[in-house]
Structures are given as structure tokens and as C-alpha cells.
């Protein structure tokens, strides 16, 4: 298979296109033929970084999604062609080839009204979102919440699943989202103007 491949953590230019192996899933996890990668900061990030878990060449990416291809033995609420994403683990990342395993408990089925491009942009962001929301703050009625960041992915997607959550009172919540995306964009058009 082809496989976008970290030579060493020296940046992009430490990328390679290579041939190797196809992954084979170990009893507890499914190998996905990867559609679409997700690309994040942390991406690049670690293409200078590295990880202290990677063997050199290591294949780097994190958000990814496609159709399952297989599935280890002990995975039985999974199917062969199953339409999934998931947010890799960053120890073994992976996404950026034909085929990448990942465990099993770490993946989520994609609906069909949402593509595969659509879906990719989920993973990093969203789980991280949902984990803040509703696994940390337990967000219920009569909570007032402060979202900080709230124009970026995490921030983006915590303001609506925040909004989800709570009963429809007024639209506070919406509207500080709103006004924060606003404010983004009227610093950017500014800055561009005054070339800074």
C-alpha cells in the first residue's frame, strides 16, 4: 500500500510517499480503507515533534475515515464495509495511507446523510468537545456555561452541543457564538487591511 511516511521529525519536507505493508488487525480492532483524512494542526505539529512512541519511517495522521475492510476476531458490533471515522491514536497515528488499524472501541459509525469529506473534520474537534460537554461538565438546564475559543474547532463544536443540551430559554448561547465568529471575522478583515 502507499503510505505518507515521517522520515524523521524535521517537518513537511521529512514526508515521503512510500510503499509498505497493509496492516493486518489485531484480535481487538478493524482495518479501514482510509477515504479521507482530516488534516489539524497537531498533524503538522508532529511532523516537527514526533512522539515519543514512533519507530522511524512512522506514518502520521489522525482524523480519519473510510469503509472497513476487516475486522479481528473479538470484533463482533462491527461489518466489513461499514462506513466509520475515528481520531487515531497518537502513539500509532496511521491515517495518512490506504489502510490504517485502529482498536475497535475507538471508532464511530458514519451516517449516510454525511459524506466522508464531511465527516473527517469530526474527529479531533468533535470528540474533544463531547468529552469537555458531556463526559467533564455533565451540561444540564439551569447551568451557565462560558466557552472560550468558541470560533475554533473545539470551541465551535462545544457551543452547539451546549446548545443541544439545554433547553431552548433564549438564545444567548447562539448569540455569543455568533457574535465571536463575527468579531473573527471583522479582526481578520482589519488586520488585512492595516497589513499586520
Known amino acids: ?12 519536507q521529512a514526508l515521503s510517499l512510500t510503499t509498505t505493508n497493509k496492516p493486518i488487525p489485531a484480535a481487538d480492532e478493524i482495518c479501514v480503507k482510509v477515504a479521507v483524512v482530516g488534516l489539524n494542526p ?4 508532529l511532523t516537527h515533534w514526533g512522539y515519543a512512541t514512533w519507530n522511524y519511517p512512522q506514518i ?16 463482533h458490533h462491527f461489518n466489513i464495509n461499514d462506513r466509520v471515522m475515528f481520531f487515531a491514536d497518537p502513539r500509532t497515528a496511521g491515517g495518512f495511507a490506504e489502510y490504517v488499524c485502529v482498536k475497535a472501541i475507538a471508532v ?7 459524506s466522508f469529506i464531511d465527516a473527517a473534520a469530526l474527529p479531533c474537534a468533535g470528540y474533544s468537545a463531547w468529552i469537555a460537554v458531556h463526559d467533564k461538565l455533565h451540561v444540564a438546564a439551569g447551568q451557565h456555561i462560558a466557552i472560550t475559543g468558541a470560533g475554533g474547532g473545539v470551541g465551535g463544536f462545544a457551543a452547539q452541543l451546549v446548545r443541544m443540551s439545554m433547553p431552548l430559554q433564549n438564545d444567548s448561547t447562539m448569540l455569543d457564538y455568533s457574535a465571536m465568529v463575527l468579531m473573527r471575522l471583522l479582526i481578520h478583515k482589519t488586520m488585512l487591511r492595516l497589513n499586520l
Request: overall charge negative.
Open 1 to 12: 500500500m502507499q503510505a505518507w511516511m515521517l522520515q524523521q521529525p524535521d517537518g513537511l
Open 108 to 114: 464511530s459509525r458514519i451516517p449516510l446523510t454525511l
Open 60 to 75: 502520521i495522521g489522525l482524523d480519519v475515515t473510510g469503509n472497513i475492510e476487516s475486522v479481528g476476531e473479538n470484533v
Open 42 to 45: 497537531i498533524d503538522y505539529k
